[in-house]
Each structure stands twice: as C-alpha cells, then as structure tokens.
C-alpha cells in the first residue's frame, strides 16, 4: 500500500532448508581431535515481515519493521563422544522443536525529525526476542532492547556530517553463549541437553 502519507508493506514467507548441519569435534587417546561427519537435517520457518512509513507531518516521520515467525527445526541428531577415539561414538536424536538462535518476534521503530532542511535527527528503539539456545531448547536466550541515536548535518551541496551512537543506554544481550566444562565442551553447544542441565543447573 501506498499513499502520499503511508506506505506499507506485508511479505509473508514460507523459508525451507535442507542439508543444515554443524561440526563437532571430539578427541582420539593420544589427544590428537577428530570431527566425525556432519549429521544433515532441516529447518522450516513460517513467518511475516511488516514495514511501514508513516509522515505524521512536515518535521516528523515514523518508521516501523517486525518480523513475527515460527522457526521450526526437523530431524536434527547429534554424535555423543562417550570415550575418546572413535570407536565408541554413538548417535543421539534431537526431538523436533524450535530452531536454534531464532527470534519469533524482532521489531524496529524510528522517529525522523526534520527541524530544517539541513538538520536531520533520528531515533531508533530495537527489541531482539527470546531464542531457543540449542536444537535441544534446553533454555532460551532472553531477549532485550537497544535504542540508537543519530542524525545529519548538510553542510552544503557537497558536504554532510553525521553522527550515530549504537546502544546509547548500554543495555546488554546474550548475543551467544557455551557450556562449561573446558574447551571443546564449550564448542559444543548443540550436544548440550536438558539433562545435562537438570543434573548441574
């Protein structure tokens, strides 16, 4: 849709991967680290992207994005190293469940203002949502918020000056994370069970 005022966008998607896989690595007696074949499986997401453009009027503009999805992930397994070579790898499947490190929910919105015609500034609110931390789903990475400033200064016909500050408030996010339990098991975020968890919270 589009007007002089408005514009809006809707773009519903279905994403289907195939092949998605992750390496590990595990260690032989003598120390030495091996990767056993990657185990394929898939993802599917169904979801909406949402983008609008609203002039409230002559010095002020409101932009707004969402993506709002059901990241979904399918046949996945995962090898357990039991004890170290080869030989007694063994193969562990992951139940279906919500696709690792993907946000159901993302959202933007930005003030424009235009006190003049060569002074712009803006203002920017992001929100990253909840993301499952492993195909397990042991636990979710929580979401949070980030508010950006910035603007611009048209100097003239060839020169602009402008400024951001990303974060302004500093707020902090769980972008990634790693069990403990030394290197490689840190490595290992994918092997990393609800069990596990409940065992040594």
């Known amino acids: 849709y589009d007007s002089k005022n408005l514009s809006l966008v809707v773009n519903p998607f279905?994403?289907?991967?195939?092949?998605?896989?992750?390496?590990?690595l595990f260690t032989r007696p003598d120390g030495t680290t091996y990767t056993p074949v990657p185990l394929l499986a898939k993802l599917e997401t169904l979801g909406v992207e949402i983008e609008a453009r609203a002039k409230v009027s002559d010095i002020l503009t409101l932009q707004f994005q969402a993506t709002i999805q059901d990241p979904k992930s399918k046949d996945f397994?995962?090898?357990?190293?039991?004890?170290?070579?080869?030989a007694d790898d063994t193969i562990s499947r992951?139940?279906?469940?919500v696709a690792d490190n993907n946000p159901k929910l993302t959202l933007a919105a930005t003030a424009i203002t235009k006190f003049t015609p060569q002074l712009e500034l803006f203002g920017t609110?992001?929100?990253l949502g909840d993301?499952?931390?492993?195909?397990?789903?042991?636990?979710?990475?929580?979401?949070?918020?980030?508010?950006?400033?910035?603007?611009?200064?048209?100097?003239n016909d060839r020169i602009r000056a402008g400024f951001n500050i990303n974060n302004a408030f500093n707020s902090e996010g769980?972008?990634?994370?790693?069990?403990?339990?030394?290197?490689?098991?840190?490595?290992?975020?994918?092997?990393?069970?609800?069990?596990?968890?409940?065992?040594?919270?």
């Open 174 to 201: 769980v972008m990634s994370w790693g069990p403990a339990g030394g290197l490689l098991a840190s490595l290992d975020r994918q092997a990393f069970t609800p069990a596990r968890l409940a065992a040594d919270p």
């Open 77 to 86: 397994a995962i090898w357990v190293a039991n004890a170290p070579g080869e």
């Open 125 to 127: 609110v992001r929100y």
């Open 14 to 24: 279905l994403s289907k991967l195939s092949n998605v896989g992750s390496a590990q």
């Open 131 to 155: 993301r499952a931390a492993n195909r397990f789903n042991t636990f979710e990475l929580p979401g949070f918020t980030q508010v950006d400033l910035g603007g611009t200064w048209t100097i």
């Open 94 to 97: 992951v139940p279906d469940g």
